[in-house]
């Protein structure tokens, strides 16, 4: 599967597709006011100063999108008393990751099987809150715009490269760079 806007990106540079199918989604900035105001706060705190507050912006910048394309079915933890496991066990065989015994008690973390959860999301009794196409949308853009870097022969020979950093041989132009621009590199060192 393929974002649009990335297979558009590619043909700029002579790739060619046959689409053999898709899903449409609804364009929207249904995040702009949340980013621009987080990082407006990260700038205030200085950012070499190892100032919490930076780190807890950008930890919260970044994350936001990830929360959309993680996988909600997390392990449970439960406290079971010792007379009522062998039930326990009996109805959750195939989720039980482990046990911890506590005397008359054990701690127990297991997942529920895919089946229960799709029962669950039928009732409505389960909210999920993930949306692929955001996430998958977020980290296509981020290869959009780093794809310039790959490319270009301009610049310095590129070694690596992810959805927000990049390491070279030599020095950028500083017409990428701003430690205040949302949208500009950061240089984190040379």
């Given at each position: 599967?393929?974002?649009?806007e990335?297979?558009?990106?590619?043909q700029?540079?002579?790739?060619q597709?046959?689409i053999l199918?898709g899903y449409?989604f609804?364009?929207?900035s249904?995040?702009?006011?949340y980013?621009?105001d987080?990082y407006?706060?990260r700038?205030?705190?200085?950012?070499?100063?190892?100032?919490?507050?930076?780190?807890?912006?950008?930890l919260?910048?970044?994350?936001?999108?990830?929360r959309?394309?993680?996988?909600d079915?997390?392990?449970k933890?439960?406290?079971?008393?010792k007379?009522?496991?062998?039930?326990?066990e009996n109805?959750?065989k195939?989720?039980?990751?482990?046990i911890i015994?506590?005397?008359?008690?054990?701690l127990v973390q297991?997942?529920?099987?895919?089946s229960?959860?799709?029962t669950?999301?039928?009732?409505?009794?389960?909210?999920?809150n993930?949306?692929i196409?955001?996430a998958g949308?977020v980290?296509?853009?981020?290869?959009i715009?780093?794809?310039?870097?790959?490319?270009n022969n301009?610049?310095p020979?590129l070694?690596?490269?992810d959805?927000d950093s990049?390491?070279?041989?030599?020095?950028?132009?500083?017409?990428f760079?701003?430690?205040t621009?949302l949208?500009?590199?950061?240089?984190?060192g040379?």
């Open positions: 599967m393929y974002f649009s990335e297979l558009y990106n590619a700029k540079y002579g790739y597709f046959e199918w449409t609804k364009r929207g249904i995040f702009k006011d980013v621009n987080l407006n706060l700038l205030k705190f200085p950012r070499f100063a190892n100032n919490p507050m930076n780190l807890i912006c950008k919260l910048f970044n994350s936001l999108y990830g959309f394309g993680m996988d079915s997390f392990i933890t439960k406290i079971i008393l007379e009522d496991y062998p039930e326990f109805n959750n195939e989720g039980i990751k482990d015994n506590l005397k008359d008690k054990y297991y997942k529920k099987p895919e229960e959860l799709e669950l999301l039928d009732n409505g009794s389960e909210i999920h993930m949306n196409a955001i949308a980290t296509a853009y981020a290869r715009h780093m794809s310039q870097f790959r490319i301009t610049l020979r070694f690596y490269t959805t990049l390491y070279f041989e030599g020095l950028l132009s500083y017409n760079i701003s430690p621009i949208g500009k590199l950061k240089l984190e040379t």
